[in-house]
């Protein structure tokens, strides 16, 4: 390990740095990466604003102060979700102008009582369509760990900026895998956490049919363990709180994906990190019980087609609501719009009943494991410029993603929560990620299993976080 939010905030709290200095180097670092393109939108004033309240606070009201986990360390919000105040999001847009900026939403008043200080925004696609961040508009995000690669998406500038070290952790959303893709893409830990359990309100804007989630990617199992804590639960509805239930994590019996089917080949070497993920924690006396492509074939194909579905609505309502003049929008956004218009209700029911089966069919095969280890991704970050939104194809589009990242949507349409993290390196020195998922309510369970495989130190990150001393 490399240092990370944990850290900085011990550092801060012990005296090795002021808040001040911490959000400093972060502004730093900012200027230093800007060519990885990871930030969209910079306020160095509200930043240096913020973490001078944590420093007065820290002096004044010592008690309070202690009280925030992550107190003084500097973050970024992503230019997708939210809201957060005094951070215009655009959404990777030439739609909006970056103007004004919304209230706090729940999440990001949380954010906030945790002790996050916030001092800009990081790169999302168009309206969060793609698994890479290269909106039209720029800037185009790229891989700290290879420049020529993508970092990911939807959430790729948040995870360029932790991976890079520009902050140690950040706020990220996922739809359709947008905090786990990027996060496998960039080397770091990502979770997408059961349906319902952080806030979405007041306005639910961020709802999406309830597919989206929104937390961080990390640097260490760690930093999402009590970022988790600290954001989740009593969220207020739409749905039932699904309070993490205390979990026996003794014999486990961990389902065993290694194959992701003739249409969607999952290369050898990341095949062969989640075979050795598997060997690693039968060794501590898990059971491991081989599943089949054939088992999740067809969750996989309903997944995609009731992600598009939903996403397609979603965007054509949200243009006509708020009068906006599409034909500024990159085309591939256009034709998700036209998508969204013609499909008519009878189709968009059929897709939502659909999505309830996946989720039945996963707690089926949860009633035989208690968690499945699978791919993440099928290759390496693919080069930039792979998942191009000059076009009109939609289902090409949809198609490329699927291939690779094919089991990234299953999570978001069953409501299951699913981890990210990196288990090795290939021969290019990038990250070899696993998923892990887990039934509703179980992060305890994923989070203690990936803190298992990560205690193995198969991959270190190659930036420090900026501001820890060294």
Not at 336 to 348: E, Q, V
Request: charge should be negative.
């Amino acid at each position: 390990m490399r240092g990370d939010a944990t850290d900085l905030a011990a550092a801060i709290s012990h005296g090795k740095l002021s808040a001040g200095e911490a959000m400093q180097a972060s502004l730093a670092a900012a200027v230093l990466q800007e060519p990885l393109g990871a930030i969209a939108y910079l306020d160095a004033a509200m930043g240096l604003a913020s973490a001078d309240d944590r420093d007065l606070e820290r002096r004044s009201a010592p008690d309070r102060f202690a009280a925030r986990p992550f107190a003084g360390v500097p973050t970024l919000a992503k230019d997708l979700g939210g809201p957060f105040a005094g951070l215009p999001v655009i959404a990777g847009s030439r739609l909006f102008e970056r103007k004004g900026g919304e209230a706090d939403s729940d999440l990001a008043a949380r954010f906030r009582d945790a002790g996050f200080c916030f001092f800009g925004l990081t790169t999302s696609p168009e309206f969060g369509l793609s698994l890479a961040s290269e909106p039209a508009i720029g800037p185009v995000c790229r891989n700290p760990l290879d420049p020529a690669r993508t970092a990911g998406g939807s959430s790729g500038g948040a995870a360029a900026a932790v991976a890079a070290g520009i902050v140690a952790i950040a706020h990220a959303t996922d739809a359709g895998g947008s905090i786990r893709v990027p996060a496998a893409c960039c080397g770091l830990v990502g979770m997408k956490p059961t349906r319902g359990a952080i806030p979405g309100g007041p306005s639910f804007g961020n709802h999406l049919a309830g597919i989206a989630s929104e937390l961080a990617v990390c640097r260490s199992v760690r930093d999402t363990v009590l970022i988790f804590d600290e954001l989740s639960g009593k969220s207020r509805g739409p749905f039932a709180d699904p309070s993490p239930v205390d979990i026996d994590n003794g014999r486990l019996r961990i389902g065993l994906l290694d194959d992701t089917g003739a249409a969607y080949p999952t290369k050898g070497d990341r095949l062969t990190a989640v075979e050795d993920a598997a060997r690693a924690l039968e060794s501590d006396g898990h059971e491991i019980v081989p599943l089949s492509w054939a088992e999740f074939e067809w969750s996989v194909a309903a997944s995609g087609r009731a992600f598009a579905d939903i996403v397609s609505v979603n965007l054509a309502a949200l243009l006509k609501a708020a009068a906006l003049d599409e034909s500024r929008a990159e085309p591939l956004t256009q034709a998700f719009a036209a998508r969204g218009r013609a499909l008519s209700a009878t189709m968009l029911w059929n897709t939502m009943s659909e999505a309830v089966l996946v989720s039945g069919k996963l707690w089926a095969l949860l009633d035989r494991v208690d968690c499945i280890l699978m791919p993440m991704l099928c290759s390496a970050p693919l080069a930039i410029g792979s998942f191009p939104s000059d076009h009109a194809d939609t289902d090409l589009h949809l198609e490329r993603m699927t291939a690779f990242a094919p089991l990234a949507c299953l999570a978001n349409i069953s409501g299951f929560p699913a981890l990210t993290l990196p288990f090795g390196q290939d021969e290019h020195a990038m990250p070899l990620p696993v998923q892990i998922m887990a039934p509703m309510g179980h992060e305890p369970r994923l989070l203690s299993l990936a803190g298992r495989l990560e205690a193995e130190g198969r991959w270190q990150h190659r930036f420090p976080a900026a501001g820890l001393p060294s």
